[in-house]
Nanobody, 124 residues
């Protein structure tokens, strides 16, 4: 089993920045990729960014390219999401996810483990 704990959410004005953290514990050797998803009220959960932990290759959804950066710190078993130039449409609950599949993905079905979520609110 793998446990994920997110932190770093909050409220910010448009154009501001936030950094989310996701600390993994448990059988982390089984994890090959980690990702951030988000879900706004009344909308489906969508993949935002994913990182393949073995190579640090990354993928992003189009709406955050150039603004968000996913990264990892192996010594702390932690993945980060640096969010810059935030927009009101980025407002959502952000979830960290981990996968034992040997590729990265922005599809929910590929992720075995989920955190509890952290709220990000961007005001105009």
């Amino acid at each position: 089993q793998v446990q994920l704990v997110e932190s770093g959410g909050g409220s910010v004005q448009a154009g501001g920045s936030l950094r989310l953290s996701c600390a993994a514990s448990g059988y982390t050797d089984s994890v090959y990729s980690m990702a951030w998803f988000r879900q706004a009220p009344g909308k489906e959960r969508e993949g935002v960014a994913s990182i393949y932990t073995r190579s640090r290759a990354t993928v992003y959804t189009d709406s955050v390219k150039g603004r968000f950066t996913i990264s990892q710190e192996n010594a702390k078993n932690t993945v980060y999401l640096q969010m810059n130039s935030l927009k009101p449409e980025d407002t959502a609950t952000y979830y960290c996810a981990a996968s034992s599949r040997q590729y990265f993905s922005l599809a929910m079905k590929d992720y075995n483990y989920w955190g509890q979520g952290t709220q990000v609110t961007v005001s105009s």
